[in-house]
């Protein structure tokens, strides 16, 4: 039976990339054309000329993988016959594996560490990894090869987040972007919502996700009533560290407020208490729940309903529930991410971009000729189609847009990730994305937002599961860690992280 279904999904994976590959010849001329209508005023400017005999080779490093590996090596595939040859590129991309495993080989190769290979001449990036290694190695300044023209088409935050050590320079091109979205269990919501009355509605912001949170805890209660305190928990999130940046923004306040490469925290108490409230008390009364690697392997699990988690989580979320007692099939609900009551609508811009490092012209023009040629229309929807990315063009950011290149090639999109870009793009216009700006130790600060807070509460819960099946109920055993002194005693402890985090 396993060979059966290893065999059916590479027949699968293989209509999928003749597929692809069909589509991407279709368009292929039309990148073609754009890519030297864009690249030649820029060779002009730098003098930059190729030798399609003598071509030149670049390697790119990123963290694609699955079909998002396919959707990138083919269209790499694509350039290296067409503009790539007539301009003389060759392109070769390697995936490093996860996110971490990318940063670690680049943060290696910046380093000079034994055995670690060469930079890459382009690599993908997070803002702060791009930070650091610009001041060891170096970035090439995309400005040289990309007109205001050129830029303007793109999403403006989307290029201001390349800008990032105040000198004018471009470090960081967008090729494919994130936001986050909530998930839910349609199967499981329905005859719960039936019951007790509640709506998508009432998860608009993050105080109602609590309150729903908790009818939830109650529901399930009640349906074991011989069994007291195992109800079940609703919700989880992915990024603890987007929860208190996006939610302090929301709440009109900056938590990394940068000057000049350098940080101040801004910790208002009040403010901070709103999120441990939102956050840490209902976990500790089980309405939330973290328990696998993401959120999205708790919905296939049961453990939670519904979660909050990047766009590209969409591809992964369960077609089924795989209980210990019981396997059912699940639809699905794509909602907004739900905000702070009162406050502003901003949602978190994330996804690496793409640096350049800083070699020779040849080498960096040829760079961005293929980066201009990846992030056109059609090959940038093609490529988000089979990751539920973004697209990094402002024309390429519609419905309509994504819908024409759909039917026109017969696309065969994956419907989760459909609908996400679809509630993402109508929500578009009337969103603002927000990413803080980097400095020193960035990456050190973000840790103490990700990790601080999450792995407290976790300890705390598992003490309290220990009180639970010995006999103390929930509600005696969770009271004192939900105290004002229980707050003011991880807020101390909270703010002394933050600026260890940065210390020299």
């Not at 994976?13 to 292929?28: C, H, L, N, P, Q």
């Not at 976990?283 to 453990?303: E, L």
């Not at 017969?410 to 870009?421: F, Q, R, V």
Request: glycine fraction near 6%; include cysteine; charged fraction near 30%.
């Amino acid at each position: 039976k396993e060979n059966k279904k290893m065999k059916k999904r590479k027949q699968k994976g293989d209509w999928k990339t003749m597929k692809m590959k069909k589509f991407i010849a279709v368009v292929s001329m039309v990148g073609m054309l754009a890519a030297a209508m864009t690249g030649c005023g820029s060779s002009d400017k730098k003098g930059v000329k190729l030798d399609p005999d003598n071509p030149v080779s670049l390697t790119v490093w990123h963290y694609y993988n699955g079909m998002q590996q396919a959707a990138f090596d083919a269209l790499t595939e694509d350039f290296n016959a067409t503009v790539g040859k007539e301009q003389g590129i060759y392109v070769k991309g390697y995936s490093q594996g996860s996110v971490s495993d990318l940063e670690k080989a680049i943060t290696d190769s910046a380093d000079g560490v034994v055995g670690a290979e060469k930079m890459p001449d382009i690599f993908s990036s997070y803002a702060d990894i791009a930070y650091s290694t610009q001041k060891k190695v170096g970035l090439a300044d995309l400005t040289q090869y990309f007109t205001e023209d050129e830029l303007s088409k793109y999403v403006d935050s989307y290029i201001d987040e390349g800008y990032f050590n105040n000198d004018g320079a471009l470090y960081l091109f967008p090729v494919a972007k994130s936001t986050e979205i909530m998930m839910i269990n349609k199967t499981d919501w329905e005859p719960f919502a039936e019951e007790t009355g509640v709506t998508v509605d009432d998860l608009n912001t993050i105080e109602g996700v609590v309150e729903v949170a908790q009818k939830y805890y109650e529901w399930t209660d009640e349906q074991t009533p011989d069994v007291p305190d195992d109800g079940k928990a609703f919700y989880g999130r992915d990024s603890m560290a987007n929860y208190f940046i996006l939610g302090m923004k929301q709440m009109g306040t900056d938590i990394f407020e940068v000057k000049d490469g350098k940080v101040t925290f801004n910790t208002d108490k009040e403010q901070i208490r709103r999120l441990w409230d939102n956050y840490y008390v209902p976990y500790m009364k089980g309405y939330f729940a973290s328990m696998g690697k993401f959120r999205s392997d708790d919905v296939k699990t049961g453990d939670i309903l519904a979660y909050t988690g990047s766009t590209a989580s969409a591809m992964y979320f369960p077609d089924n529930i795989e209980g210990d007692d019981s396997s059912y099939p699940v639809d699905f609900i794509v909602c907004d991410v739900p905000i702070m009551e009162g406050g502003e609508n901003y949602k978190v811009q994330q996804g690496a971009d793409m640096a350049v490092t800083k070699s020779d012209e040849k080498h960096e023009y040829a760079s961005c000729v293929f980066l201009k040629w990846l992030t056109q229309k059609e090959q940038n929807l093609q490529f988000v189609c089979e990751s539920a990315y973004l697209p990094v063009l402002k024309e390429a950011n519609t419905v309509e847009a994504l819908d024409k290149v759909i039917k026109d090639n017969s696309i065969d999109i994956n419907d989760k990730a459909y609908e996400c870009l679809k509630t993402t793009m109508e929500s578009f216009d009337n969103t603002k994305f927000y990413t803080p700006s980097c400095f020193d130790s960035s990456y050190n600060a973000r840790q103490v937002l990700e990790y601080n807070l999450s792995d407290k509460v976790k300890a705390d819960k598992e003490a309290v599961e220990q009180e639970v099946a010995s006999g103390t109920s929930r509600e005696e055993a969770v009271a004192p860690y939900i105290t004002d002194e229980a707050f003011d005693e991880w807020y101390d402890s909270f703010c002394q992280a933050l600026n260890d985090s940065v210390a020299e």
